[in-house]
């Protein structure tokens, strides 16, 4: 356990010693906790931003916090290893891990019924699954939680050298 947290606290620490991959990574948590925040607002008529920032929970900005802190992370250090590597092969991997950690992200957060029954209709998802997601919600975002780390984690490897093909 404790060499896992030492590869993620090396690799992770490494795209930070650039100033423009700690400014990437603010830019995109800003990005990531404004998508968060607004698209239910977005996605639920009559909703205001006022309304949805007033009915957030300290627990529900946590979990933003650490979703978008997460999603962030993994992308910026994604990019850093494409400089590293002077490669674009890697790019269909940075978007596809970035849009699965966007629509993880807002699976995860959105913990009313008016809030998801919405978003899950643009992807053509019925009440059942809207039901599903709010009965198990503390289970999904565990899972993407774990599953974010997982890729940070391999991420982490790739930048210190200890794993070439993850």
């Known amino acids: 356990m404790r060499q896992i947290i030492t590869t993620i606290w090396f690799g992770t620490r490494e795209p930070f010693k650039n100033i423009n991959y700690t400014i990437l990574f603010l830019i995109l948590f800003s990005v990531f906790f404004a998508l968060f925040v607004l698209i239910p607002v977005w996605t639920v008529a009559g909703n205001t931003l006022a309304y949805q920032l007033k009915i957030f929970t300290a627990r529900d900005y946590a979990v933003l916090v650490l979703l978008s802190g997460l999603s962030s992370l993994f992308i910026t250090m994604q990019v850093f290893v494409m400089k590293l590597r002077k490669k674009v092969a890697g790019l269909g991997g940075t978007v596809g891990g970035g849009l699965g950690a966007l629509f993880a992200g807002i ?7 008016s809030c998801l029954a919405p ?6 998802i019925g009440f059942g699954g809207v039901v599903f997601v709010l ?3 503390w289970y999904f975002v565990v899972g993407v939680t774990a599953l974010m780390l997982i890729a940070i984690y391999l ?3 790739k930048i210190n ?4 093909s993850c």
């Open 161 to 164: 050298k200890v794993c070439i």
């Open 135 to 137: 009965d198990y919600r």
């Open 119 to 124: 978003l899950f209709a643009i992807f053509g």
């Open 155 to 157: 991420m982490a490897r």
């Open 107 to 113: 699976a995860g957060t959105a913990f009313c019924a």
